[in-house]
């Protein structure tokens, strides 16, 4: 049995070690928000906040979880998340949008640590993102913008 | 996927009204039954008797107001949710914030792609095909809807107005919602009359996404989402080389797997249950499986290249002959020649190949992102051995497609009806194919070489253009086969059998090679390398004779003046002075015209410290019409910059005897943020019927990209990836 909590509740789940977190929260716990994509971690849209830090759930054993706080983007509700969402909305990010739940955890991350962060900033902390549709200029400028409505 | 055009056109003008007045608050449904053979009353009999959401129509209008679209083309991202509720909310004069959409399932009779005669989404006409019929639609509920009020207020029809949502008349007011069931009750009109588009509020303004909110908060559904009761999880071994077959597997290993459910083989390999999927991933790696390779593709890429090479001096049909470019280039004068090298490429969309399936009491009910509802209807039906009407296609949102979709065999579909038909009773499954299933199982971008010569006169004028595509054929063996005109797949050389340019002798000639190798359209199809060859052959024959890349480009446009308009609008925003910029940076352009839609772009580029050209800017301008949602239109643009870029810096799918050497992102490498060049967009102003905008942005980012580069460094790049070119 692993205990942990997800999106501030705590729930324990028996497993194979092994499992990653990915699937434990897609499969047992039904929270399907958090994608899979590679399982390598070359992709990013399985990415959760894990005792607040960004962490790709795909690569995640669940072993190493236990008694740690997990957030999946069904429960982003920092105001740095509030705010990403909101730009993501107000410019229209996504297009077929697969990506954009891993986009989001990854952006809320980098405005928690650096609310007001260069281009270069978010090459760095978006760097793990893929996006096949391309949507990198429009969540860049969501990015910005978000930081714009955190700092106002 | 033009080609598909020419399929059932005429069935357009035959209309028939269907009116389906649902039960229980379902309100006004309207839609058109616009099938090929006009039996409009059958349908109205059959639509008539169904009183769910899922009944037949275009516009359901619910007693709350809120006004949805059902949505006959996969939102896979370009935005037809979006575009259509658009086209219906404009004559509806609805309120946008009303608008919702949904998608429809599969049923060829009321959702065909009036382009296709089938319903399915490609070649980018989701909005050229509906822009009559979905307006159509708005227009004749809003005239049922104002019936209603006039019969209920007793005033004349032509006394109300509609106005965001709002019936009035002098002393009185309503919603759509109060009016929606009455409104159903009417008798819809035998014909409606469109708005001029001068007097459009709603077509041609930026509004917002219907789906972006879904998107932004991880709610969307997608197929891989799908929970079904009891659904066991489906991962299909397939074989290692393409056309492989199971002599026999062994599962005693998997039975250790905590939740495997057992194994069957299937026509495409071996079926792995499992109550979820990391049970159903262990379970198959610990599969033996004895593969008959008897029939298999077992050729290298160096090898088949080399084929293709011999193949290109022998070409077998003719595509474009306009004067004689055999004479010409006997005539004397400058040659140039190149040969130009595409490989297999990968959709890579990153929702992987997946699809969630249910047979229960001798019906088969399924959800995925579903891009030929027409053809997988089918498929699955005649796999599970049942009629169509027992089989229901529930299409759902796609992450990402690309073409990857759009199987005119139904693959994907097949393996999932024929895991479900293996397990002999009746249950639930969700097939996924992990992301190596995905890069590893076929259905690319084929692999493409061109042979081209051109001539230069006295005067630096091309005189000759001589052009060999040598490729494996898309269409051939499949449904779309009657589309080959004597013997050429339209695909092959679109982008290039049309050569726009002013060149006296042209012939643009092919070769259709047989590899087992599954192939597909991929974003743009053809012109994914038509565009490239063409774009910087000219600009070589350009720089030959000392003439500018915008001006020589021009001075051959003459008759061309869509081409020669975005031309000039991307030179015009570029500020272009010309290939050289200065400051270790240079330019290139390319203009290229795909389903109607006429593109062209500018690049500068400079030395990115991995040994790539880093694409500093990019500029566009497009002209696709009437641009129903013009912030859309841009985003299209942009993602199809990235996507194409990124194709042609890194990505090449090869073989090692006859095995896909590539397997995920880290060795099929995806554009990422940091190299996403800032995009400037310039929408072409134009009173045309709309075209499509999702795979048009894709064909001159590459060509564009390799002339800057040539201008750089006086390097050609004609074997691609960039990557491959140049060693990096």
Redesign the interface.
Known sequence: MTDFSVNGKKVSVDVDADTPLLWVLRDELKLTGTKYGCGVAQCGACTVHLNGQPRRSCVTPISSVQDGEVVTIEALSTAAGDAVKKAWVSLDVPQCGYCQSGQIMSAAALLNELPKPTDGDIDRAMAGNICRCATYVRIRAAIHEAAKDLKA | MHILNRIARSSISRRDFLRVSGGLGVGLMVGFDVRAQGSGAASVMRAAGVETVDATGFVRIAPDSTVTVMIKHLE????PYTGLATLVAEELDADWAQMRAEGAPANNDLYKNLAFGIQGTGGSTAVANSYEQMRKAGATARAMLVAAAAESWKVPASQITVKQGVLRAPGHQASFGEFAEAAARQTPPKDVKLKNPKDFTLIGHKL??L????????????T??V?RPEAL?VLVQHPPRFGGKVVSFDDSAAKQV?GFAGAKAIPQGVAVYA????AAK?AREALKVQWDESGTERRSTDELVSIYRSAAQAPDVTATNRGNVRRALARGGRVFEAEYVFPYLAH?????MDCAIELKNGAVEAWYGCQFPGIDHKVIADTMGLPQDKVKVNVL??????GRRAQPTGDVAAEAASALKALGRDASIKL?W??EDDMRGGRYRPLVLHRVRGMLDQAGNISAWDHVVVGQSIIKGTPFEAMMADGLDPTTAEGVSDLPYAVPNLRVAARTMDVLVPILWWRSVGHTHTAYAKETFVDELLAAAGKDPVAGRLALLKDHPREAGVLRAVAKIAGWKGAKVGQGRARGVAVHKSFETYVAQIAEVSRGRDGLPKVERVWCAVDCGVAVNP??VK?QM??????G??AILYDEITLNEGRVVQA???DYR?????E?P??DVAIVPSAEAPTGVGEPGVPPIGPAVANAWRALTGQSVRHLPFTRTLAV
């Open positions: 896979m991202g370009q935005g917002p996404r789906d972006a909110s879904a998107k932004s908060s991880g709610r969307a559904m997608f891989i989402d929970q999880t905590r109550n979820n999927f990391w262990k890579a969309p990153l929702e992987p949102f796609a992450g990402g497609s690309f996924v992990t992301r912030d859309n985003s942009e993602g199809g910059i990235g996507f870029l990124g995920n992102y880290n995806m554009l990422r943020i940091g996403m800032r995009v």
